[in-house]
T-cell receptor, first 116, second 108 residues
């Protein structure tokens, strides 16, 4: 149980275009979803926290107009990278939490974005 | 400031040797600490959390508030323990701060 999927697993797009990444909790309802970014050989950096039905909370330095997050249901959150640039190329990972007392997060497999 | 420090990027030990992955944290409140593991080509997964005081795959971690540490230990390392290990701190609002990670390599 507690599986989180991401789609696509990898994507290549041209500069200036937008790309959407989906994060789904397959067998549980996620009240909270998180989006992380991971550069090569570096740790995960939290980009934003989203709760179902409300606006996402972005971390300092993360442009909310560039990284649009939608958490429309308890099983789906999307991250849209708008007007992508090569510096946006990275590994994007989502996680989902039921928000219970254990605070456990279940991670997706990640999406590798390459902007050419 | 909220921060998690893992001083070792790489730790290499022989099979059967004890292993300790260091983690220090900085947090003004009462910390909730975790260890996550990422095996090759797999997703990040929870290894253990301090509130459970559990032992998973032979690993244990004790929270030392005086030293602000949460080191991960295993008395006898196995080759299958080779992976990337991340120490993480749960701050307010479920926000998780990850350390830089330590790659453990267990040699045969």
């Amino acid at each position: 149980g507690a599986v989180v999927s991401q789609h696509p697993s990898w994507v290549i797009c041209k500069s200036g275009t937008s790309v959407k990444i989906e994060c789904r909790s397959l067998d549980f309802q996620a009240t909270t979803m998180f989006w992380y970014r991971q550069f090569p050989k570096q740790s995960l950096m939290l980009m934003a926290t989203s709760n179902e039905g409300s606006k996402a909370t972005y971390e300092q330095g993360v442009e909310k107009d560039k990284f649009l997050i939608n958490h429309a249901s308890l099983t789906l959150s999307t991250l849209t990278v708008t007007s992508a640039h090569p510096e946006d190329s990275s590994f994007y990972i989502c996680s989902a939490s039921t928000g219970g007392a254990t605070y456990e997060q279940y991670f997706g497999p990640g999406t590798r974005l390459t902007v050419t | 400031a909220q921060r998690v420090t893992q001083p070792e990027k790489l730790l290499s030990v022989f099979k059967g040797a004890p292993v300790e992955l260091k983690c220090n944290y900085s947090y003004s409140g009462s910390p909730e600490l975790f260890w996550y593991v990422q095996y090759s080509r797999q997703r990040l997964q929870l290894l253990l959390r301090h509130i459970s005081r559990e032992s998973i795959k032979g690993f244990t971690a004790d929270l030392n508030k005086g030293e602000t540490s949460f080191h991960l230990k295993k008395p006898f390392a196995q080759e299958e323990d080779s992976a990337m290990y991340y120490c993480a701190l749960m701050a307010g609002g479920f926000k998780t701060i990850f350390g830089a990670g330590t790659r453990l390599f267990v040699k045969a």
